[in-house]
């Protein structure tokens, strides 16, 4: 199976910080990884897929980068809206798995 | 508007059963990999199972294998997850998703449905 593993677990950030959060693979999952965002009590929704297509709907702030086994998620200016938990998810094969999660909070 | 409900939580002693429901509206549901995702309290997203749209594939995570189920019917545009032999670690809020193969992600989601298992 492939390991997912994020960091940091949790960030302290500020309105208008730039957030950056690493996800790295166990072996290599060409671009097959994909971004979420969750707020409590709330279903994920979809941010990146493809290690860098935005989703419709998501804005232009949120970007994502890598290939391989290394990938970034970048919020260019963090936004009020923003706080919340960040999850990746491989897709290059069975079982998918997703890391562990990285919570944005506020400073 | 593509809309996922899910049905079927509840409370359920160790060793029983559940059937989780998902009403699919709004896309092509015959169309589309279909998904369960679980998250334990307070912990993070687990996937459980996918099905090919026609059914004649399914995946589970290792955790579940031999005790769920994943099955659909297409002309009734749902999703269906038998759990049995269910145990304390079962525990989580169930989520159906759509999986879109060309993309590798979950496009939409359900609300959610909580299961828990205890005495």
């Known amino acids: 199976d492939i390991q997912m593993t994020q960091s940091p677990s949790s960030v302290s950030a500020s309105v208008g910080d730039r957030v950056t959060i690493t996800c790295r693979a166990s072996q290599g999952i060409s671009s097959w990884l994909a971004w979420y965002q969750q707020k409590p009590g709330k279903a994920p929704n979809l941010l990146i897929y493809?290690?860098?297509s935005l989703q419709s709907g998501v804005p232009s702030r949120f970007s994502g980068s890598g290939s391989g086994t290394d990938f970034t998620l970048t919020i260019s200016s963090l936004q009020p809206e923003d706080f919340a938990t960040y999850y990746c998810q491989q897709a290059n094969n069975f079982p998918l798995t997703f890391g562990g999660g990285t919570k944005v909070e506020i400073k | 508007e593509v809309q996922l409900v899910e049905s079927g939580g509840g409370l359920v002693q160790p060793g029983g059963s559940l059937r989780l429901s998902c009403a699919a509206s709004?896309?092509?549901?015959?169309?589309?990999?279909m998904t369960w995702v679980r998250q334990a309290p307070g912990k993070g997203l687990e996937w459980v199972a996918n099905i090919k749209p026609d059914g004649s594939e399914k995946y589970y995570v290792d955790s579940v294998k031999g005790r769920f189920t994943i099955s659909r019917d297409n002309a009734k545009n749902s999703l269906y997850l038998q759990m049995n032999s269910l145990r304390a670690e079962d525990t989580a809020v169930y989520y159906c998703a759509d999986y879109t193969t060309s993309r590798g992600g979950f496009d939409y989601w359900g609300q959610g449905t909580l299961v828990t298992v205890s005495s």
């Open positions: 709004g896309f092509t549901f015959s169309s589309y990999w």
């Open positions: 493809a290690a860098s």
